[in-house]
Structures are given as C-alpha cells and as structure tokens.
C-alpha cells in the first residue's frame, strides 16, 4: 500500500479517480445519469452563471449603471485600468502586501509544524492547541486588537516600549497602521490555518531519508534544504498558492488597517467602487474589471500548482515497508527555542485574546492600567442585548451557518460520489470536477459582486438565502475535495454487495456511504458553520436591513468607531466558535470511534 503526500487533507486537484461501478447499477443506471444530469446543472448555475454575469458587466460602457441596463458594451473600462497608472501602484501595494503576508504566515508556520510534529519540543500538545486558537477570533475583531496593541500613540506594546526607555515621546516606535503592519498582522493571521495543512504532512514525511543523510555526514541546513524540503513540495506549494489567494482577497485586515495607512489593495478597491463612501455613485464596471482581473491571477495560480504537482509519485515516502516517526532532538537548544514558541504564542494569541476581552469591558477603549480596570464594567454586554434588532441578527447568523453547512453537505456528498463512483463517461466527470473546483479560484468579494448583478432584481437579494447562495458557492471546491479524498478510502465492493441484495441507490447512499463519510462529513459541516459565522467579505457586498448577521454588526460598530462594542460582540463569536469547534471535536471522534468498530 501507497500513501501519497498532498498539499492539504481533502483537497485534490488531479483528474477524478478511477473507479470500479458496482456492477448491479450497470443494469440500472438510468436514475444515476438522471441524478448526475441534476446535480451538473446545479453546480452550473451556482458556479458559472455568476461568472458570466461578472464578465458580461465588466463590458458595460456606463460605470454607473447595473450590467442588465447597459445600453453599449466594449472594452472602455478596461483599458481605462490598464493604462492607468494607479492600477499599477494599487497592484504593487497588493503583491506586496500578499508577498509579505505569505512570508511571515507560511515561514512561521513551516517552523511550527516542523517543531511540533517532528522534534522533541516540550509541551508540544500546549503548543499545538494555543496555536489554532485565533481561528475563533474573527479576522476583523483579530485587527482591531492589534490597532489597540500597536497604534502609535495609544497602543499597549508602544506605551510599555516608551515606558520602559524612558522616551518622552507621544508615539511609537511601533506603528500598526503602516504596510508593514497589515503585512505582519495579516500573516500571523495565516499561521493557525496554514499550520493545520503543512504539520500533518511532516507528519508523514519518512525521517529515514533524513537519517541517511545525516549519517552520510550531511549537516542539519544541507538535509533540510535537499531531503526535507523537496518532500515538502506538494505540501508547501499547495499551501503558498492557497493562502496567496486567500490574501488576495481579504478584506478585514486591509481595510481596518489600510484605510487608516491610506494603504489600499485590490480586494478593499473592489468593495468601496461597488459601496463608495459619502453616498457617491457605485462604480460597477471598475469593480468588475478589478474582479476579473483578480480572478485571471487566481486562475494562473492554480494553473501553476497542477503543473508542478502533476507527478505525485515523486513526492511518494510512506509505502508498506514498516517505519515510524522519529522525533529529532533539539539538544542545548530545547529550551530557547520553547522559550521563543512561548514569546510567539503571547504576542499571536494571548494578547490579541486579552485585549479583545479588555476593550469590550470600557464603552470607550482605555489603554490598560490599574485605574482603568477600577473602571471596567459590563455595559457593553448589557447593551448588546437591548440593541435593536440583535435577535434578529443572531437568528439570521445562525439560520445562515445551519442552512450553508447542510446545503454544502448534501451537495458535495452526492458530487464525491458521482466522482468516485462515476455513471457517465470519464469527460463528463472530468467537467464536474472541474466545475466543482473553480470556486476555489474565486475569492469572496467576486463571488459577492457577481451575486449582486444576478440577483439584485429578484426577491431572494436582501434575504438570508442571498447569503447561504453565496456561501454554498465558496464551499463547494472544499466540501468536494475534502469528501472525494474520504470516499476513495471506501471499497465499490461494499454498494455492489448491498446493490445485488437488491437495496435502491438512495439506501445505500443512506445506510452505508454516509455512515462510513460521518467524520469527514462532521468535519466539514463545522468547518462550514464556522467559516459562515466569521464571514465578513460575501456578507458585506450582499446585507441590508433585513439580512444583516453578527459580523456586519461588528462592521457597523467599528465604522462608527465603537470599539468597546464591537470587541463585546467578537468576544460572543469567539464562545460561539469555541462551542462549534470543541462540539465537532466531540461528534467527530464519536463517529470515528463508530467507523473503527
């Protein structure tokens, strides 16, 4: 038996497997190419036609006008951007700001997962457990902790800094609202989520190459830089290519930080041209152009991974030959390096957590002191509950997480297992998974411009659903790529049996294949509801009145410069999630305990 590295758990990009059908269906595939035809045109619909209404608008000669009031179409807006000189300054601050990003996130996170998966390091399971935990901050709450920690006059690491030189000055030396402050901010941001994809692969990696170099007389750096980081390839290429994406099109950070840095980038440009500022005239055709030319970068990206990855057999270390993981000691240098994780871990989460706790305790933010903590009350909590409409946006937060994780569930399971286990002839399949896949490419802010000119005129916008289309369509690459990698693992023998016994297809997608899926399917329905709740990107291009959620209500507190409030409301997702995350711990390992047995 063969393992294979990947990029990530669950996310594929080489062609669909092939798969043995169960024989019985042969005979009676009829419902089965039905049920493909079906769920083809709905990944369609949520997936292409949004596109094509992205692009249609982008040919609109009126900027100032929906795509379907266009009266002239051509290619005006576009050359007005590419000619454009700030297209070319708003472009270098966005590769500069995504390439600074991706260095400190994945760099850190490359030397985390190697510490911690790989070495002797002491209080690893700690390390492990602290370092995820800003995953249940959300990201707009994350940098607003961050401008009450290192804005320059009033931060808490500048106050101490100055405190303790005795400097007479009034700022600094720190300065969060710089570039290089939404570089550091944003790229520890990524260290949770990209160590999650890169540690277990080092996990994985055999360390007998590792060993043979060394013995062989290679030094520490020479082994690393020709044994393990090879091995790592699929793993840290999938990783920089997904986060380039995923910085590509953040929203919170650039925005809480950059406006205020008069620092802006593509994704920031794409929101206030479709919502200006002061009640000026959205310009739909700019934010359309900057869309696709957002999109065309993401594509090549992933163009980029499939030609690098496209012989996974190189990356083969696990076979059926017995080994097993070998931590390597640290010798003289295990307590300075944990002391260096510990540094890390206060400055990426204990801060952040306990100044998100601190400034939702004072209605107006009062940079820590023995005098301000006699002042800190509860007024913000009680407050929240007597705000206008805060039930209504609870309802519609959770209303929004179940509707998205179950749609995306039902959706994936059934592409995982026309995939896998495919009716139709090989293309056809090939074209779903494709389709199924683009999502991925397609960052938050396209997904929402796009829905707002499909959808504008019709009576879902304004409502929760507008909202739960949006999400499902971002969903679909990962849902699919996570469900597909767990149901290769399943037999065809396990349907054929139950098929010859003459059980329908639906009972066997019920009775057999969902059980066996549950921990992944767990997995992902958490996964989903917890992206749902800190989604901020989507759900600012597509709220009004009537579908307004918890994180546009941070959103509304952080533009009127309420930070007490908004940090109350960040310190509620953060007990929400934690419920979420610590609940699909549970179910997750109930079902595997399950499946084991």
Known sequence: MTTTLTPADGVRTGPPPRSREPRAWRRRGGARVGLFVAVFLVVLYLVVLPLGMLIYASLGEDPNVLPFEQESFGFPTYVDVLTSGQTFSLLGTTLLFTGGSL????????????????????????????????????????????????????????????????????????????????????????????????????????????????????????????????????????????????????????????????????????????????????????????????????????????????????????????????????????????????????????????????????????????????????????????????????????????????????????????????????????????????????????IGLALIFGYIRTPIYGTVLILVLALVTKFIAYGSRTLIAAQMQLSPELEDQAAVSGASRLRILRTILVPLLAPAVVNLAFWASIVSIRELAMVLMLYSPSNRVLSTLIWGFWQRGDVGYASAVGVLMFVLLGVLYFGALAVSRHYRARVGS
């Open 103 to 446: 260095a400190v996130g994945l760099s850190i996170a490359m030397v985390l997962g190697w510490l911690i998966e790989r070495t002797n390091l002491p209080a690893r399971n700690v390390f492990r457990f602290l370092i995820v935990v800003p995953m249940a901050i959300p990201s707009m709450i994350y940098a607003i902790t961050w401008t009450t920690l290192a804005s320059p006059r009033q931060g808490l690491i500048n106050v101490t800094l100055r405190g303790l030189v005795g400097s007479d000055a009034d700022s600094g030396p720190l300065n969060v609202y710089s570039i290089w402050g939404m570089i550091f901010v944003q790229g520890i941001a990524i260290v949770p989520f990209a160590y999650l994809m890169i540690a277990a692969t080092f996990a994985m990696v055999d360390p007998t190459f590792e060993q043979a170099a060394r013995v062989s007389g290679a030094s520490f750096g020479r082994t690393t830089a020709r044994i393990t980081v090879p091995l790592m390839v699929p793993a840290l290429l999938g990783a920089l290519i997904y986060y380039a994406i995923w910085v590509l099109e953040t929203f919170e950070i650039p925005t809480t930080l950059g406006l205020t840095a008069r620092q802006t980038v593509v994704s920031t440009q794409i929101y206030f041209a479709a919502h200006p500022q002061g009640g000026g005239r959205p310009d739909y055709a700019l934010a359309s152009v900057l869309s696709v030319l957002l999109l065309a970068v993401a594509l090549i990206l992933l163009a980029l991974y499939q030609r690098v990855t496209r012989r996974s057999e190189k990356y083969v270390t696990v076979t059926g030959k017995a080994w097993r993981p070998i931590r390597l000691p640290l010798g003289a240098a295990r307590w300075p390096i944990t002391a260096l994780c510990t540094v890390y871990v206060l400055v990426a989460v204990v801060l952040p957590l306990a100044m998100m706790v601190w400034s939702s305790l004072f209605v107006y933010y009062r940079t820590p002191s023995r005098a301000a903590l006699d002042a800190a009350s509860l007024k913000t909590y009680r407050a929240l509950l007597d705000y206008p409409g805060i039930g209504g946006m609870l309802r519609n937060t959770l209303l929004m997480a179940v509707a998205a994780a179950l749609i995306t569930i039902a959706l994936c399971v059934l592409i995982s297992w026309l995939v896998v286990r495919p009716p139709v002839h090989r293309r056809w399949v090939r074209a779903l998974d494709i389709v199924s896949f683009l999502p991925l490419t397609i960052p938050a802010l396209v």
